[in-house]
């Protein structure tokens, strides 16, 4: 109690809103720059239980915004080294480190057991998987993303619209920290809000954060934000699978240059995102359309769909080839 005496005076928190926080288990996926502020301050909010989803190493490039390390954690896995250092700030709070790859094949079972979802991955791939995922559970999905000088976090799922109905469509090109670059500190400010999201979505603060964007603009030093509450589900949604659930009787298009890598499958067609609609021959089979981050096979299935009867799905490859598409949000 000496511990969260500050927060426990709070109005709207208080001692019922930390008995929910500490019986409170979370799913964290990425343990980079987002996930530095997040995973304090739900440590030091005193939250019950986190599992932690990464499969990077700490890189001497990450430092200047993923606070969580030092120098001494290079060449660790990121998931263990933050598990180290949340250790030091509050032992009371179980961290499950997970050193692996978040994907539609292992998203059910690393989130079977958590209260809510904070999506700090730097995939969008990722994104829309728990984003599926969430909204069949009905589970809390704080989503966050961050590149340059701007960022925003949202509340969604658990009774609120999920990401495809706020963002149904993509662009033509996703920006990266890689590519774009980042400012530490616009990082640390997205980062606090989504970790403010969670912390109320879990103590049943009201008003709930679901239903509810917020973004940062630090170039103009403003803050802005809408609601989503009536956001509508869009009709059509291409969900992704893993490439390990790639079925013998699926028709596969590998979307990548031959540089890239081999081939996705077995029998899989190599064709441009601009020739998929002309390159197939219309039919009931199982469409799987691959790429790299996953935004060549998005964009492949919006020009696919009216031609095309059967089932659309999308893998993403990772990184086997060049970075051509590259991911939204804040590199772990």
């Known amino acids: 109690m000496t511990r969260h005496a500050r927060q426990l005076r709070v109005p709207g928190f208080g001692a019922e809103g930390q008995a929910r926080l500490a019986a409170a288990r979370v799913l964290v996926v990425g343990a980079g720059g987002l996930a530095a502020p997040v995973l304090q301050y739900l440590v030091g909010a005193g939250a019950g239980a986190i599992t932690l989803v990464d499969d990077d190493r700490v890189a001497e490039s990450n430092l200047h915004r993923q606070t969580l390390f030092r120098m001494d954690d290079i060449g660790t896995p990121k998931a263990t080294a933050a598990a180290a250092t949340l250790a030091r700030l509050d032992p009371a709070v179980r961290i499950d480190p997970v050193v692996t790859r978040l994907d539609p094949a292992n998203a059910a079972a690393l989130a079977r057991e958590a209260d809510l979802v904070l999506d700090c991955a730097d995939s969008f791939a990722a994104s829309y998987t728990l984003s599926d995922l969430c909204a069949a559970r009905g589970l809390p999905l704080i989503h966050a993303s961050v590149i340059g000088l701007e960022g925003y976090a949202g509340g969604f799922c658990g009774g609120a619209p999920s990401l495809r109905a706020v963002f149904p469509d993509l662009?033509?090109?996703?920006?990266?920290?890689?590519?774009?670059?980042?400012?530490?500190?616009?990082?640390?400010?997205?980062?606090?809000?989504?970790?403010?999201?969670?912390?109320?979505?879990?103590?049943?603060?009201?008003?709930?954060?679901?239903?509810?964007?917020?973004?940062?603009?630090?170039?103009?030093?403003?803050?802005?934000?809408?609601?989503?509450?009536?956001?509508?589900?869009?009709?059509?949604?291409?969900?992704?699978?893993?490439?390990?659930?790639?079925?013998?009787?699926?028709?596969?298009?590998?979307?990548?240059?031959?540089?890239?890598?081999?081939?996705?499958?077995?029998?899989?067609?190599?064709?441009?995102?601009?020739?998929?609609?002309?390159?197939?021959?219309?039919?009931?089979?199982?469409?799987?359309?691959?790429?790299?981050?996953?935004?060549r096979a998005w964009q492949a299935a919006e020009r696919l769909a009216p031609h095309w009867p059967g089932e659309i799905v999308l893998v993403a490859l990772g990184d086997a080839g060049p970075q051509e598409d590259t991911p939204q949000g804040d590199a772990p």
């Open 171 to 295: 662009p033509q090109r996703m920006g990266s920290c890689a590519e774009d670059g980042v400012l530490g500190p616009v990082v640390g400010v997205i980062g606090a809000l989504q970790a403010q999201m969670a912390v109320a979505a879990l103590a049943g603060m009201a008003p709930s954060p679901l239903g509810r964007l917020v973004s940062y603009d630090a170039a103009a030093h403003r803050f802005g934000g809408f609601g989503f509450a009536g956001a509508e589900e869009p009709a059509r949604r291409h969900g992704f699978i893993a490439a390990a659930d790639i079925r013998a009787d699926d028709v596969v298009v590998d979307l990548r240059r031959p540089d890239e890598g081999p081939l996705a499958h077995p029998g899989a067609l190599r064709l441009e995102v601009a020739r998929v609609a002309e390159g197939l021959a219309p039919c009931d089979a199982r469409a799987v359309l691959c790429c790299r981050s996953g935004l």
